[in-house]
């Protein structure tokens, strides 16, 4: 008889361990899919706007989740969207998350040819929730150190989409 005590007893306890190993994984789980949800919502929710014009010349580009809208025309009549491939999202993403967005309206512009049309005129505006940070006007084509690399991403996902 006490042998059948001991082994329902050593049962009752495997499966509580078992019981609190679960929920301790499972703890774990859900701590890590919260965060990623909570990576995800901030990056759907980041709104990002580059605009570039001059007198003969118009581009904005706007990127909102995983998409992208594109236009050449001053009216906004002409706008084609497309699909951000993972891979360039992501890349576009690091690139951001290096850069500080309170910095962006102070940042100098390493040229000034858009004063007297010797380049379009361009800026970059980041949106994360409420808060909106804008760069200061610079040319196309030479934007401020601080955000060339960003720049330079969002114009070369733009080429990406007119090659095809």
């Known amino acids: 008889m006490k042998l059948v005590i001991c082994l329902v007893f050593m049962l009752i306890s495997a499966k509580e361990c078992d019981k609190n190993k679960a929920q301790t994984t499972n703890d774990t789980s859900s701590q890590v899919t919260t965060e990623m949800t909570e990576a995800r919502l901030q990056e759907e929710a980041m709104k990002i706007n580059y605009k570039a014009h001059t007198r003969g ?12 809208s594109v236009t ?13 491939p993972k891979e360039e999202k992501e890349a576009l993403m690091a690139l951001i998350s290096e850069t500080d967005e309170k910095t962006l309206p102070g940042l100098e512009p390493p040229s000034r040819a858009f004063r007297y049309d010797g380049a379009p005129m361009a800026h970059l505006e980041i949106s994360k929730g409420e808060d ?3 760069t200061e006007n610079f040319d196309h084509g030479t ?9 330079e991403k969002i114009l070369s996902i733009k080429t990406l989409f007119e090659k095809q």
């Open 143 to 151: 934007p401020p150190v601080a955000i060339k690399s960003v720049v």
């Open 132 to 134: 909106t940070y804008k």
């Open 72 to 84: 050449n025309d001053y009216n906004l009549k002409d706008i084609r969207k497309y699909q951000i």
């Open 57 to 68: 010349f118009f581009l904005q580009i706007w990127i909102e989740g995983d998409s992208m």
